[in-house]
């Protein structure tokens, strides 16, 4: 792509994810802090009634309902199916208005700083986190990419350029100042970038990237009955990001017992204790982190 003629930032997709959904009210009301020249900036308010609710989702997790499958599926007809199309029809499938860059604002209740998630390997997506991790030490890199955007359930299939940050820890329905700005800082810095970029001002550098790449979710230890028995251990809360080594502490059981990690080489675990994925029982997703080259 030549030229970025349209860019979306998204908010409240998790209507209980507050730093984004107020983001997306600050820059409606203030419109000229995202306004740069050489392409429209525009605004969404993804799940206006689980925001509302205070909720994460109202039926469905809008995150997940992007596959291009089930936005074909006319038999689909949740609240959050029925969102989902809306904003493919905003955001997607009107040529006049598609958005060539969709930035969705996440966050967690997990220690994950400033998180960007990539979902493809696109080089500006690639060249645009590089500059983050590099102009902000609390950037991280999470790679989730998918084979193909038909297999990507997020708001970001909708756009091959953009990637969602997520940033934490904050609990679930409330507003924190210091990541706030940290996120609002770093929406300025995209827009900066991409201003740049549309200028033909990004030289072209063989730069290197930290990445960690997604290897597996890890379920809490579960009872025959599905019920959860053990908990983060005390030494692994809080440490995403952080090397994980065959025999370290992992869980501890309601009985005390530690159940330590037995895989047979190091990860780096992210999302560690999630309070969203507790309804899926997930404990934490493990990565390998490495070097590439740009």
Same mark, same amino acid.
């Given at each position: 792509?030549?030229?970025?003629?349209?860019?979306?930032?998204?908010?409240?997709?998790?209507?209980?994810?507050?730093?984004?959904?107020?983001?997306?009210?600050?820059?409606?009301?203030?419109? !000229?802090?995202?306004?740069?020249?050489?392409?429209?900036?525009?605004?969404?308010?993804?799940?206006?009634?689980?925001?509302?609710? %205070?909720?994460?989702?109202?039926?469905? !997790?809008?995150?997940?309902?992007? /596959?291009?499958?089930?936005?074909?599926?006319?038999?689909?007809?949740?609240?959050?199916? /029925?969102?989902?199309? *809306?904003?493919?029809?905003?955001?997607?499938?009107?040529?006049?208005?598609?958005?060539?860059?969709?930035?969705?604002?996440?966050?967690?209740?997990?220690?994950?700083?400033?998180?960007?998630? @990539?979902?493809?390997?696109?080089?500006?997506?690639?060249?645009?986190?590089?500059?983050?991790?590099?102009?902000? $030490? @609390?950037?991280?890199?999470?790679?989730?990419?998918?084979?193909?955007?038909?297999?990507?359930?997020?708001?970001?299939?909708?756009?091959?350029?953009?990637?969602?940050?997520?940033? %934490?820890?904050?609990?679930?329905?409330?507003?924190?100042?210091?990541?706030?700005?940290?996120?609002?800082?770093?929406?300025?810095?995209?827009?900066?970038?991409?201003?740049?970029?549309?200028?033909?001002?990004?030289? *072209?550098?063989?730069?290197?990237?930290?990445?960690? !790449?997604?290897?597996?979710?890890? !379920?809490? $230890?579960?009872?025959?009955?599905?019920?959860?028995?053990?908990?983060?251990? $005390?030494?692994?809360?809080?440490?995403?990001?952080?090397?994980?080594? $065959?025999?370290?502490?992992?869980?501890?059981?309601?009985?005390?017992?530690?159940?330590?990690?037995?895989?047979?080489?190091?990860?780096?675990?992210?999302?560690?204790?999630?309070?969203?994925?507790?309804?899926?029982?997930?404990?934490?997703? /493990?990565?390998?982190?490495?070097?590439?080259?740009?």
């Amino acid at each position: 792509m030549n030229q970025i003629n349209r860019v979306a930032i998204v908010g409240g997709t998790h209507g209980n994810e507050f730093t984004g959904a107020y983001l997306i009210q600050k820059f409606a009301q203030f419109p !000229d802090l995202i306004t740069r020249h050489s392409f429209e900036t525009v605004t969404l308010l993804a799940n206006p009634n689980a925001f509302a609710a %205070g909720r994460r989702y109202v039926e469905k !997790d809008l995150n997940r309902c992007f /596959l291009k499958q089930d936005l074909q599926n006319t038999t689909l007809n949740s609240y959050e199916e /029925l969102q989902a199309k *809306s904003i493919q029809n905003i955001l997607g499938s009107n040529r006049n208005k598609q958005a060539d860059f969709i930035l969705d604002l996440h966050s967690s209740t997990a220690n994950m700083g400033l998180t960007i998630i @990539l979902v493809n390997n696109h080089p500006l997506n690639l060249q645009l986190a590089a500059y983050l991790s590099q102009i902000s $030490p @609390l950037v991280r890199i999470y790679r989730c990419s998918f084979k193909s955007i038909s297999e990507n359930p997020f708001v970001n299939s909708l756009c091959e350029l953009g990637f969602a940050i997520e940033v %934490g820890p904050i609990a679930q329905g409330i507003l924190k100042a210091t990541l706030f700005q940290q996120t609002e800082e770093l929406v300025y810095a995209v827009l900066d970038y991409l201003e740049q970029f549309n200028q033909g001002k990004i030289a *072209s550098t063989n730069e290197t990237l930290i990445l960690y !790449d997604h290897l597996s979710v890890v !379920d809490y $230890p579960k009872q025959q009955d599905g019920k959860i028995f053990a908990m983060i251990h $005390p030494e692994l809360q809080d440490k995403d990001y952080q090397a994980l080594n $065959p025999g370290d502490p992992m869980f501890i059981s309601f009985d005390n017992q530690t159940i330590v990690y037995e895989g047979v080489s190091t990860v780096w675990p992210i999302f560690i204790n999630e309070a969203a994925y507790y309804d899926q029982g997930i404990a934490m997703c /493990l990565t390998q982190k490495q070097q590439i080259n740009i």
